[in-house]
């Protein structure tokens, strides 16, 4: 009978042994009181795990909002920046045509001067000649003319002393 008794001791301790830590005590004897309060705490409990869920669930949406809603500022700030960026681009480039065709006018309007200027001293030149031209040519008349006066002088001359000749008394001073 030891040994029975001792076998059963051995059985009971190894079914306790297999036993998961995690099992439930043997269920208390509860009044009709007790088990509406146990209830009511589980069902509160429920509802608490519940709301808590909701509310993480709720948090999550509202990071995934608020990171979407942030990943979408950023791209509208990129294409901003892009936009601007190909505004000032833009604008450059019209800036620099406006400036090389300005620029453009201007040399236009340099070698219009300088070509005013030019004429403008070329007429001066053609009148200086003209001047002088003139100048020379009315030098030239006078000295034809006097060579002509000179020439008929001579010729009045030798006509005066070819008369002499002809008639020794004309040749006589008069008094």
Known sequence: MKKT????AILAAAAFAVLPASAEPAPVPMTEMEYNINVVKQTQMQIEAE?????????RAEAAAAAAKAKAEEKARVERA???RIRAESAAAKAKAKAERQAKLDR???????????LKRLDVEARRAAVGNSI??????????REKAQLELDALRVQIDNLKKEDPALAAPTP
């Open 51 to 59: 709301a808590r869920a909701k509310l993480e669930e709720r948090r």
């Open 5 to 8: 008794i001792l076998e059963a």
């Open 136 to 145: 020379a040519t009315d030098k030239a008349r006078a000295e034809l003319a």
């Open 82 to 84: 892009r936009a601007e």
């Open 108 to 118: 236009y309007a340099d070698e219009e001067r300088e070509l005013e200027l030019e």
